[in-house]
């Protein structure tokens, strides 16, 4: 069985950059239903289509199709008064763009000097040009039951 539109497909991958230095790595498989319904990359999801269980996979996306540029404006100081949470670096804490609060973005604190938070709210991959490297694991046809529930949980998260 290959790769085709409403298969469910069970990955095994890892993320490199260009320079082959491990970026990523998913103790989980990564299962995700095929077929343009945007649970991946759509450049990876194309470059999959035909593949087989046991065929392997080098895919190299550009920043913008992985996790876009890096956006200087999305970095931002905050007062640590102005904080929900007692705040460290490294810690991730979600905020809303104020022309659409059903927007979240994930800060991660960057830096604290005195008493103003640096936070970061890039992706922590933006900016940079990826290579995905892994093998297809499973593919199975998916019933209308199983596909009716991936839309469904992806919908609600």
């Known amino acids: 069985m290959t ?11 890892h993320i490199n950059d260009t320079e082959g230095n491990l970026l ?26 035909g593949k087989s269980v046991g065929e392997s996979f080098t895919i190299t996306l550009s920043a913008d199709k992985a996790f876009g540029e890096y956006d200087p404006s999305l970095v931002i100081s905050e007062a640590l ?3 929900p949470v007692e705040v460290s670096v490294g ?4 905020g809303y763009f104020e022309e659409d609060s059903d927007d979240v973005i ?3 604190v960057t830096e604290i000097n005195g008493d103003h938070a640096t936070m970061d709210g890039n992706h922590p991959l933006a900016g940079m ?3 995905f490297e892994g093998t297809v694991l499973d593919i199975h046809e ?11 949980f992806h919908q609600s998260h």
């Open 3 to 13: 790769i085709t539109k409403n298969c469910i497909v069970t990955l095994d991958y």
């Open 24 to 49: 990523h790595e998913e103790e989980e498989s990564l299962v995700y239903l095929h077929g343009n319904y945007g649970h991946i990359f759509p450049t990876v999801e194309k470059a999959l289509e």
């Open 81 to 83: 008064s102005e904080l």
């Open 91 to 94: 810690m991730e804490l979600d």
């Open 106 to 108: 994930i800060y991660t």
């Open 129 to 131: 040009d990826l290579v």
């Open 142 to 152: 998916a019933t209308p039951e199983e596909i009716k529930e991936v839309l469904e």
